[in-house]
Nanobody
Framework: QVQLVPSGGGSVQAGGSLRLSCAAS????????MGWFRQAPGKEREFVAR????????FYADSVKGRFTISRDSAKNILSLQMNSLKPEDTAVYYC????????????????WGQGTQVTVSL
């Protein structure tokens, strides 16, 4: 089992920045990936960013590319998402997730999920 505990989030004006973190504990894994997903009101959950845990390679949704940065601290088992130049359309509940099998960005490939954390961006 992997436990994922998110922190961060909150409210910010458009153009501002927020940082999300996710502490992983329990079963450790050197393979696979970790990612961030989000779900806006009335919409399906969508992929935001993914990082390969061992090598650090990253991949982003087009909507956040150049504004968000995903990173990990392997020693502390902490996943982070730095969000800059935030827009109202970034408003959503953000989830961290762990994929112990592969490097996919597909939601159904992620085995473990943290509780969501709210991000609200206002004009």
């Amino acid at each position: 089992q992997v436990q994922l505990v998110p922190s961060g989030g909150g409210s910010v004006q458009a153009g501002g920045s927020l940082r999300l973190s996710c502490a992983a504990s329990g079963r450790t894994f050197s393979h696979g990936a970790m990612g961030w997903f989000r779900q806006a009101p009335g919409k399906e959950r969508e992929f935001v960013a993914r990082i390969i845990w061992s090598g650090g390679q990253t991949f982003y949704a087009d909507s956040v590319k150049g504004r968000f940065t995903i990173s990990r601290d392997s020693a502390k088992n902490i996943l982070s998402l730095q969000m800059n130049s935030l827009k109202p359309e970034d408003t959503a509940v953000y989830y961290c997730a762990a994929n112990t099998k592969n490097w996919s960005t597909r939601e159904d490939q992620y085995d473990y999920w943290g509780q969501g954390t709210q991000v609200t961006v206002s004009l």
